[in-house]
């Protein structure tokens, strides 16, 4: 196996993780809410909501975040080697998966298994799967 030390950050990776970390601890223990991107979001879709101005602020960040990133000289661009069909297509089928698990990879990943949750262990470990498998497939079998 070959690292790529150029991209290998640990440090920030850890800082990154810890500040996710706390955020979720934080909306658990102020606001009673898990911090799953899925659910949030979701939930501003369901209209009418009496609690869409925390969904909106938690979203907000997801957003603004990047670009103060960006302007601190740190940009979070993303290479995506794919066309937009193939994205939406992507990204319709992590809509569908996010609705049979119940959650998506931050809410069963960092809020349920911090719980201790057997359910958020079994999803948690199919999504690593099927990423596993896609990257399998994609490098190996497809070619890439």
Known sequence: MLIDFTHFTPGLSLTGGLIIGLAAAGLVLFNGRIAGISGIFGGLLSLPRNDSGWRIAFVAGLVIAPVIAG??????????????????????????????????????????????????????????????????????????
Do not use: K
């Open 71 to 144: 302007l601190l000289g740190r940009p979070a661009i993303a290479d995506i080697e794919a066309n937009w069909g193939v994205v939406l297509v992507a990204g319709f089928l992590v809509g569908i998966g996010t609705r049979y698990a119940s959650g998506c990879t931050s809410g069963h990943g960092v809020c349920g298994l911090s719980r201790g949750s057997l359910r958020s262990l079994v999803a948690t470990l199919t999504f690593m799967a099927a990423g596993f498998m896609t990257v399998f497939v994609q490098r190996h079998l497809i070619g890439g």
